[in-house]
Structure formats: structure tokens, C-alpha cells
DNA sequence: CTTTCACCAATAGAGTATCTATGGATAGAC
DNA sequence: GTCTATCCATAGATACTCTATTGGTGAAAG
């Protein structure tokens, strides 16, 4: 009935976007990286991921590059550009306002 | 382009359980309640506001009731049920676990 | 007395984000 | 040689929210 909720609907993108701030990083790297950092709390699921890096590279918030990886794999890396730099920090500000207005709420209510 | 974003997905149902916690109240009340508490940064229009209302009813979380207000209108009020209540404490405790593992997310990535 | 504003309810249709399910493929371990 | 972990990606269904709209009433202002 309820939603399954594997993470919070609207925080992806912010999440693959911070991840990436710190290293360029293949798809499967994104997915493994949020859920160890989040205790398993949070996974992301391919059929989540994928559309959203697809989503990203349109919007010129990441670009795209085959490479190798480390185990000698064939991955593609995605990095942030500029523009994604930008939009990272716009979502990360209108996330903890959006947070503390919950709180907010929550508080009071 | 990004979300609009009046609020977070998946936390509409919560803000209104929480907000009917407190004494039954109409939509028009609820609407008014959640954008006053948040300072006017969460707004519930009503176009998402009275479907989510129709699913707490069909859930069995909320009763409503017609009345008349103070101001001596019609008002449907809308009370938690024990099972809201128990709804309630399951999606806050949810939620808080999810802020704390994107939270973990966006400090570490 | 009539106009306007604040109050109050609800639905249809569109758009977007996510999930489930699926289908590949390869490296290295055993 | 088979299994597991690593890697990519899409199609279809589902769920949630927004935009836009309709419809109505009490009360205060003019």
C-alpha cells in the first residue's frame, strides 16, 4: 500500500551528484558508495540509477567517459561538470530548507 | 527540468497525520496549518491535498465528519484514527532514519 | 443590496520519479 | 567450468504531486 521507499523520492540526482563531487565514479561505484555510506539504509536501485544518470547527462550535470576499471573491467565513469557543481550546491540549500520546514512542522503540529 | 518541488514526495501523508494529531480539522485547516507552522515554505495545494486526503480515508487512518467551523461554514473534519496514529509513528520513524542515512550520505560522499 | 473576499470541497489530466523485472556481459575465485 | 561479484541499460507499471478547473457559501465593505 504504502510506498516501498528504498530512499526518499526528489534526493537521488543530489545524492548521485555528491557522490560524485568527490571522485569520478562508475554506476555500479554510485550505487555501492550510497549504500555503505548509509548503513544500507538507502539503496538504489538500478532500474533507479540508470535513468537518472541518463537524466543528468542531458541536463550537462555530468559527462560521460569509458574507462577500466581498477579490476581490469570495462565501466563507464560519470563527473560532474561546472554546471552539475552548480546545481549540487542549489539542491543541497533547497534540501535543508525544505528539512527544516518539516521539522518545523513536525514540532508544532 | 527539476521538480517543482512544494515539498518532499512521500512526506504529504505524514505532515497531515501529524497535523490532525493534534485536534480533527478540515482541509482548508490543514492546507493553512502546515504552510503557516513551515513559515511558507511547504505549500499543499489543494489538487494534492484532497487526493491524499481520499487515500487516508480509504487506508482507514483518518474519519471525517461534516461540521460547521467557528466562522459558521460547512466543514468536513477530518480525525486520526488508532490506526493513523499507529501509521503515524511508523512513517515518522521511518523518515527520521532516512534523514539520518542521507544526511550520513552528504557528509561522507 | 450587491460585490468582493476569504473560506471550503473535490476531480481530471498531465508530468515526473521510482521500482520491478529483465536481459546482457565479463573477471576472477574456487 | 561454474559461480559470484562487478558492470550496463531499458521497458513497463505504479505512485505521488501539480496544474487547472469547477462549484459553492458566509460575511464584510461599499
Do not use: C
Not at 568527490?22 to 536501485?45: C, M, N, Q, W
Not at 560521460?64 to 549540487?88: C, D, H, I, P, V
Request: overall charge positive.
Amino acid at each position: 500500500m504504502t510506498r516501498k521507499a528504498d530512499l526518499l523520492p526528489g534526493t537521488l540526482d543530489m545524492l548521485i551528484l555528491k557522490t560524485l563531487k568527490r571522485a569520478p565514479l562508475h554506476g555500479y561505484g554510485i550505487a555501492f558508495s550510497i549504500k555503505t555510506l548509509s548503513h544500507d539504509v538507502l539503496t538504489v536501485e538500478e532500474g533507479s540509477l540508470y535513468p537518472a544518470l541518463q537524466r543528468l547527462l542531458l541536463q550537462g550535470w555530468v559527462k560521460a567517459e569509458w574507462k577500466m576499471t581498477e579490476t581490469n573491467r570495462r565501466a563507464r565513469y560519470y563527473r560532474l561538470t561546472a554546471a552539475g557543481r552548480k546545481q549540487l550546491s542549489h539542491e543541497l540549500s533547497q534540501f535543508d530548507e525544505i528539512i527544516a520546514a518539516i521539522t518545523r512542522v513536525l514540532q508544532n503540529a
